[in-house]
T-cell receptor, first 116, second 111 residues
Framework: GAGVSQTPSNKVTEKGKYVELRCDPISGHTALYWYRQSLGQGPEFLIYFQGTGAADDSGLPNDRFFAVRPEGSVSTLKIQRTERGDSAVYLC??????????????FGSGTRLTVV | DAKTTQPTSMDCAEGRAANLPCNHSTISGNEYVYWYRQIHSQGPQYIIHGLKNNETNEMASLIITEDRKSSTLILPHATLRDTAVYYCIVRVSSGNTPLVFGKGTRLSVIA
């Protein structure tokens, strides 16, 4: 597609439930990034993939968070036993290579997760 | 932690130039200065980046001081659609480290 696509755009879930958030990057982009953004804050890095492998997962807050990218394209961010503090906008970005280069990252519009 | 300091908010009259400052006094020789902006309910959008020379593109100009400890993003003729949060980020271009965002500057363009 022309841009980074994230689905769903909005997700409301009950505390304790499991959720999956999907990111479809720009075709051919090898690097994929997940960020989380709380109200009034800048995006906070979670995890970065180069191809199929997680090159840096240092931003994942705890072991309830996990992400995969099995074929080096679409990525899924998985959150187990959701808590109200997980409520945020989850942003995905992709770039042609990890080298940020000429056009930087391209971000999707995000998934707004609300845990009630 | 973000390596940059930006004012929390700024106002600009429509049609005038918006000058957004950024301090990055601990920048390393191989780190670039990147600017992104985030319009309400959208993901951040790349604007421009530079190493030491001033840069200009269709969106903005980037002025980097000679000592590289600060820079200014210039929107030459601000419009209402430029109202957004603007983030200044320093990063090594060739590295694998992700972009680290601070809180940015909330620019309000006023009619």
């Amino acid at each position: 597609g022309a841009g980074v696509s994230q689905t769903p755009s909005n997700k409301v879930t009950e505390k304790g439930k499991y959720v999956e958030l999907r990111c479809d990057p720009i075709s051919g982009h090898t690097a994929l990034y997940w960020y989380r953004q709380s109200l009034g804050q800048g995006p906070e890095f979670l995890i970065y993939f180069q191809g199929t492998g997680a090159a840096d997962d240092s931003g994942l807050p705890n072991d309830r968070f996990f992400a995969v990218r099995p074929e080096g394209s679409v990525s899924t961010l998985k959150i187990q036993r959701t808590e109200r503090g997980d409520s945020a906008v989850y942003l995905c970005a992709s770039s042609l290579t990890p080298r940020v280069g000429l056009s930087g990252y391209t971000f999707g519009s995000g998934t707004r997760l609300t845990v009630v | 932690d973000a390596k940059t300091t930006q004012p929390t908010s700024m106002d600009c009259a429509e049609g005038r130039a918006a000058n957004l400052p950024c301090n990055h006094s601990t920048i390393s020789g191989n780190e670039y200065v990147y600017w992104y902006r985030q319009i309400h309910s959208q993901g951040p959008q790349y604007i421009i980046h530079g190493l030491k020379n001033n840069e200009t593109n269709e969106m903005a100009s980037l002025i980097i001081t000679e000592d590289r400890k600060s820079s200014t993003l210039i929107l030459p003729h601000a419009t209402l659609r430029d109202t957004a949060v603007y983030y200044c980020i320093v990063r090594v271009s060739s590295g694998n480290t992700p972009l680290v965002f601070g809180k940015g500057t909330r620019l309000s363009v006023i009619a």
